[in-house]
Nanobody, 120 residues
Framework: QVQLVESGGGLVQPGGSLRLSCAAS???????????MAWYRQAPGKQRELVAA???????NYATSVKGRFTISRDGAKGTLYLQMNSLKPEDTATYYC???????????WGQGTLVTVSE
């Protein structure tokens, strides 16, 4: 199992940009065998939802609400995940969580989250 630490959250005005990062730590084997890395978010009073995911092969998928504005990327060797968020809207306000799924065991790991607030 890997440990995940997110960073990069903060307060930004509508229309602004932020870049989130997620650093994975653990054994070299556990990092190299991460199958999928993803960003989820949870707004106050709402369920956690998938924002974007990227497979070990680089295939991506995005929530409809963020398509064209957010870009997910990863550095597989380092086990680092990124989320470039542009044209941010107030409805993007949430705590963003990093998630990984192991290739062999299917075990998922979660970070503690980083808060993104989009407001004037």
């Amino acid at each position: 199992q890997v440990q995940l630490v997110e960073s990069g959250g903060g307060l930004v005005q509508p229309g602004g940009s932020l870049r989130l990062s997620c650093a994975a730590s653990g054994s070299s084997f556990s990092i190299k065998t991460i199958e999928t890395m993803a960003w989820y978010r949870q707004a106050p009073g709402k369920q956690r939802e998938l924002v974007a995911a990227i497979s070990s092969g680089g295939a991506t998928n995005y929530a409809t609400s963020v398509k064209g504005r957010f870009t997910i990327s990863r550095d597989g060797a380092k086990g680092t995940l990124y989320l470039q968020m542009n044209s941010l809207k107030p409805e993007d306000t949430a705590t963003y969580y990093c998630n990984t799924k192991a290739l062999i065991t299917g075990v998922q790991s979660w970070g503690q989250g980083t808060l993104v607030t989009v407001s004037e």
